[in-house]
Every structure is written in C-alpha cells, then in structure tokens.
C-alpha cells in the first residue's frame, strides 16, 4: 500500500520555503508578502540550508490549545493539523531518506547537518508556528547563545536534535507580542527551575485572571503588571527593572542572560508604539563597544555591558534570535535613555529603521532568587571605591558580573587550572547557596579577584560572603590601605561597617578564613 502522506523533499529556496509554508488559508503569494517569512528565508540560507524536508500532517500542542480555544468555534472550518518544516545544510533525495529509515542506513549525515524545524500554521496569517532552529556561529566567541536548550524532533522515527530556543509568530487572535515574550522565555525556564510550559492560549489567560478591560480572547496586548502576574502563574516572580538614564541596561540583561535565563525587554518602537522581546543571546567585543554605560550624572562601575554591540531576541514580528544594536544614550521626549537599539524595524515610507527606546525589563526568576542586580552593583561600587587606591589607572578595569547556581560555578571552578590549589579546593568542598552572585574584577584582560554574593539572602544586609584572590599584589596592597588608621574613618564611611569588616578579614592572608 503506498503512503497517503508522503513527505515532500524541496531545494530549499525562497520560492520552495514560501511555498512550503503555504496552505489553502495562505497562498504563497500571501506568505511571501510577510516580514516573518522573508526574515527566515535570510536566516536560514546563511546558516546553509540545502533541504527542505515536509511532514504534510502534523499535530502541534500549541495550535491544537490555540485551536481549541478559539478556531474550532469559528464559522470558517479551520485545519486542526499542521504541517512541520525540517532543514537540512546537505542534498537530500527521498532515496536517501529511505535508506536510514528502512535499510538501517548511517544517519550520520541527516544528524550532523539538521539545522531545525518551522511548524507551519494552517490560518490566513501568522503562519509561523513553533520554530527551533540553529543559532549563527559563535564568529570567535565574540557571539553567545546562553538562553538555549535541546530539542528533539522525530522525523519518521529518525531522532534529530538542535540546539535552540523555540520562537514563533504572534497570533494576534490569541497571543500578543509579550505572550509570545513570555512563551519564549518559559522554554527555557522549565529546564532552569522545573517550571511549566504554557501555551500561548494558556500564558493569554492567565494574564488577565487579575487585570484586565476587556476580553482576554481576542488579545489585544498585555501590560506590564499582566506579564507579571502570567510570570507568577507558572510558579515564578518578576523581577522588574524601570529603565531610567542611570540604568546599567547592557550590564543588567547580560548578568541574567549568562545564567540562561531569557529577559524580556519593553521597547518603544519609534512611530510604532510598545513592543516586547525576549532577549536571549549577546554579543561581547575584546574592546569596548561604549564610552560610558549610563547617561545619568551617577557614577556607574565600568562593567562587561561596556563590550556588548549587540543582544539577540526573539521578536515576534521579525524573527528569531534577530540582532539588537546597541548605541550609546539617547533623548525621547523628556525622557533620557541609557541607550537605545537599532532593530529591524523598517518604516514602509522612509525606508528607515526605527529606534527602539528601552522602557522595563522584566526576568522570570525563581522565588529563591530575591537579591537582584542593581543590589549587587551598589556593594560593587563601594568595593570599586577603595579598590581604586591600589588598581592601576592606565589598564582597562572591568567588573564581570553575573548569576549563577552553585552547582554550574563549581563546575566551572573545577575545569580551570588553578596554582593555588588551596583558595581552589577551598571553594569547592565549601557548601554554597543554590543561587550565587559572581562579580569577577579584570584588569587589563587578567582576573585579580572574585566577589561571591548570595543571591536567596537579603539585599540590604550585605550579601558578599567570599573572596577569591587571584592577585595577592593587589590584596596586600589593599591590606595596608584598610589597616591604615588615617584612611579607616574615611573607608569604614564609605564601605560601610559590615563591607569594611569583611574587607579586613578577607584582606589578612591570601588563605580563605575558615568556613
């Protein structure tokens, strides 16, 4: 008997993905005419796509809740089944295909050159269902992919994997640019924190069980305290940061990306309105990408955010992992930016990109977590202060500072080559708090110490609880600045009573105070 629903093989190309992506609801025409589908076009002929492999009928949890909340009420008979889309960066004949399946082929190839999948939706728009596709390469280390997870997908009984973070359109039916935000950052946050997975139905009313002005489907958008209470409703709290001129916002959305835990970022769209991305990936150079972090009259501690050009997001009306360009401050209105982005988002008259203005970020943590960056950049900045008697002035000085869990940090303490083996051995059989704090100083590219904050304790009450010398110059240097009785009135002022007592302890001897 032959197969009713064979899978269709396609050169990849604009034409064969567009109409691909097609259905009866959508020409291919129509497909072609959207920026969701000409962006994914671009993104995956540079990854090196060569084959288009398509499921015809596929089942996709998502659009079948979507479905079921809306679709199958409506007057117009809507397909319940989807088609899936699998890209390979090799030639692949239906021969070939076969044999792995059938003959006991090597799949070796097939799994090597997989490059992801697109579900595509069968309604008149938005037909971008759940994608997960490659990322670019990492182009030197300079770009990084944090937020990412596995994903598998069987095509025919043939198990395929990529590394990835699930993105899809915005179906403006059932999901706003922030449920989609929000759905984004929820795939990874259930590997993170064993937390759920919702829908995009599912994140939409949950959003509007406390606030709401009228009918949660349709959705016209969510606000801010909707994310937040979407957030709350699978198990986790949000961390909300207003952004104003004294914002460290680079510096802020990389300390919680390097955990893999995706930001959602509220954006102004110049001309366009209020929009939400889910950011997930950065971009650091060796020099700095600004002059200053800040515009504000505050002073800011030079921190990594100084070296990042660029942020990757989720952005449900480009695509996935679409670039964010950092430029230094900017005016809107009476208000003063930190800095501001350059998307892809094009006015269709200008043919000019439009500014996006960053107005909050919002991060899905877990309760646990409850001292947050800008408590730990205070401490920093009194720590900076009496550091900068003894650190040279004409070396690039730079705080890396990011969260963490115990277990990775060890992990990463484990693999790195250490010639003091007793600070080293000290961390690591010491008991830690399940979530961590790491403020690294650099300078002039070299590691001098390290800072460990404990995340799950209060803000306020001086969380540091270790240092990690890794230059005993600068430690016996700032020994004798702490212990020197004209400076002690005017370090304890600045430090405060705690801070400088626990400087003074961790400044006595390259050895570590016993536990």
Not at 39 to 49: D, K, S, T, V
Not at 378 to 397: K, N, Q, Y
Not at 413 to 435: C, G, I, K, N, Y
Request: net charge negative.
């Amino acid at each position: 008997m032959s197969n009713p629903n064979p899978p269709e093989f396609l050169p990849f190309g604009e034409a064969s993905l567009f109409s691909a992506l097609s259905d009866a609801s959508c020409s291919s025409a129509d497909v072609a005419r959207q920026p969701r589908p000409q962006y994914l076009y671009r993104y995956l002929n540079e990854l090196g796509a060569r084959t288009i492999i398509v499921e015809s009928e596929y089942t996709d949890r998502d659009y079948l809740d979507d479905y079921a909340n809306y679709y199958v009420r409506c007057f117009e008979l809507y397909k319940r089944q989807c088609k899936r889309l699998h890209f390979f960066a090799l030639d692949i004949s239906a021969d070939q295909l076969l044999s792995v399946l059938v003959k006991g082929g090597d799949p070796g190839r097939l799994v090597e050159n997989y490059l992801g999948f697109v579900v595509a939706r069968p309604l008149p728009y938005a037909v971008i269902g759940r994608t997960v596709l490659r990322t670019y390469p990492d182009d030197g280390g300079r770009r990084s992919y944090p937020c990412t997870k596995t994903y598998t997908a069987n095509l025919y009984g043939l198990d395929l994997s990529c590394t990835s973070l699930a993105f899809q359109e915005q179906d403006t039916v059932l999901a706003a640019c922030a449920t989609v935000a929000l759905w984004c950052c929820f795939q990874k946050t259930a590997d993170l924190f064993e937390t759920r997975t919702p829908t995009p139905a599912e994140i939409t009313q949950a959003a509007n069980t406390n606030i709401h002005y009228g009918r949660p489907i349709p959705s016209r958008g969510l606000m801010v305290q909707q994310i937040c209470t979407a957030i709350r409703h699978v198990g986790l709290e949000p961390e909300l940061f207003e952004v104003n001129e004294d914002t460290a916002l680079s510096s802020l959305m990389y300390a919680y990306a390097r955990m893999q835990l995706p930001v959602i970022l509220g954006v102004d769209v110049e001309g366009v309105g209020g929009h939400a991305l889910a950011v997930c990936g950065f971009s650091r150079r060796p020099d700095r990408a600004l002059r200053q972090e800040i515009a504000g009259s505050e002073f800011c501690i030079p921190m990594t955010g100084l070296r990042i050009d660029e942020f990757y997001a989720h952005d449900d009306q480009i695509g996935p992992f679409s670039r964010l360009v950092v430029h230094p401050s900017a005016s809107s209105g009476e208000r003063v930016l930190p800095i501001w982005f350059d998307g892809s988002w094009q006015d269709a008259t200008t043919g000019q990109f439009r500014r996006l203005l960053p107005t909050v970020v919002i991060v899905p943590v877990y309760n646990k977590i409850r001292v947050t960056f800008t408590d730990i950049q205070e401490w920093l900045t009194r720590v900076h202060g009496a550091l900068s008697l003894v650190l040279p002035t004409d070396e690039m000085i730079e705080w890396d500072v990011f969260l963490t869990t115990s277990n990775e940090m060890k992990r990463e303490l484990r693999q790195e080559v250490s010639e003091d083996t007793v600070r080293h051995e000290a961390v690591l059989l010491r008991p830690h708090p399940r979530f961590v704090w790491r403020s690294v100083l650099r300078v002039g590219g070299t590691d001098v110490l390290e800072l460990l904050a404990d995340a799950t304790g209060i803000g306020h009450a001086m969380p540091m609880y270790w240092v990690f010398w890794k230059d005993d110059v600068v430690r016996s240097r700032l020994a004798k600045h702490v212990r020197t009785s004209t400076l002690e009135g005017t370090l304890r002022s600045m430090l405060g009573e705690r801070l400088y007592d626990f400087l003074l302890v961790w400044t006595k001897s390259p050895s570590p105070p016993p536990a």
